[in-house]
């Protein structure tokens, strides 16, 4: 599909001031809207979001790994913003995930890429590197466990637990979406601000996600990725990760406790652990260029 099928309301690279392609991109069971920049013969790098961002997550991060030469794809992701957004439950779980993410390289001609993601974005980057680590030059995990690890951890860990709390509320039906409709997502907003350290999200940028999290059937489809896991309880087929791994890890994150880092290179053959001490879970908003940095680290040590 061509640049002219992206909806004409979204919130794409030009209207944010971001030199970069937008594009609808047909990748299997659904279509998904893909932001893209830098040579198109350059080293691909995925970068996945999570809850409840969408390709604007990653907007700091695209202009300047173009510069430096990769070929950068930032989609959003299955239900969000302005890509497909199937109704059932079960189109959310995994394995149908992490079949978009291979098909993304598939339809953009990639044999394989760095593949970097933040939160869910995260998850399935995890997801993709056990199962099909042919695909994965490089895995870059910010403040999301390893699958296992944070199984481990829900098991046995009462504080843990304790923090993922509205992963329950999540299962109720209809009910988390009427909540955040009825108020205007701002629930979320606050979220953001309560739990990242002050100035990282401005009024610009809650503009922008509330336009994402408006369209219809995306903050279903954005609670229906946690109703998908729960019921699923999906177990990787091997817990060993042998793609060359950074886990990024900002310590004052609120959902995810510490020790989860730590727990996840464990499963690593060949790990990196870095923890910035000042960050929070939006460390890549909240420190861009440290971010940026390790990242490119870990690409260039892999191609060594």
């Not at 042919?134 to 910010?142: F, G, H, K, P, Q």
């Not at 039906?173 to 108020?183: D, F, G, K, N, Y």
């Not at 791994?245 to 609120?254: C, R, S």
Request: proline letters at 7%.
């Amino acid at each position: 599909m061509s640049s002219t099928d992206v909806p004409a309301d979204g919130v794409t690279p030009e209207k944010v001031g971001v030199d970069a392609e937008s594009r609808m991109v047909d990748v299997g069971d659904v279509n998904l809207h893909v932001v893209l920049a830098g040579p198109e013969d350059g080293a691909p790098v995925v970068l996945l979001h999570g809850f409840p961002e969408f390709w604007y997550a990653w907007k700091e991060h695209v202009e300047p790994l173009a510069h430096e030469d990769y070929r950068v794809v930032v989609p959003d992701l299955r239900g969000y913003h302005l890509s497909d957004k199937p109704e059932s439950v079960s189109a959310y779980a995994p394995d149908e995930l992490a079949g978009d993410v291979l098909g993304l390289l598939d339809a953009l001609g990639h044999d394989d890429a760095h593949v970097v993601g933040h939160d869910w974005g995260g998850f399935l980057a995890w997801w993709v590197g056990l199962h099909r680590p042919e695909r994965v030059r490089t895995l870059s995990a910010l403040n999301i466990p390893h699958p296992t690890a944070f199984r481990q951890a829900i098991y046995h860990d009462w504080e843990q637990r304790f923090r993922s709390w509205y992963v329950l509320f999540f299962q109720l039906p209809r009910l988390p979406e009427a909540i955040a409709s009825a108020t205007d997502y701002r629930l979320l907003s606050d979220m953001m601000r309560r739990t990242s350290e002050p100035g990282t999200f401005n009024a610009a940028d809650f503009d922008c996600y509330r336009a994402a999290w408006r369209r219809p059937g995306a903050y279903r489809s954005m609670v229906n990725w946690y109703r998908a896991v729960v019921r699923a309880n999906p177990r990787p087929e091997t817990d060993r990760c042998d793609c060359p791994t950074l886990v990024l890890w900002g310590a004052k994150d609120d959902f995810l406790s510490r020790s989860l880092a730590l727990d996840s290179v464990q499963y690593c053959g060949t790990e990196h652990l870095v923890v910035l001490d000042d960050a929070t879970h939006w460390l890549h908003h909240e420190e861009p260029v440290r971010v940026r940095n390790e990242l490119t680290k870990h690409f260039e040590k892999a191609r060594e």
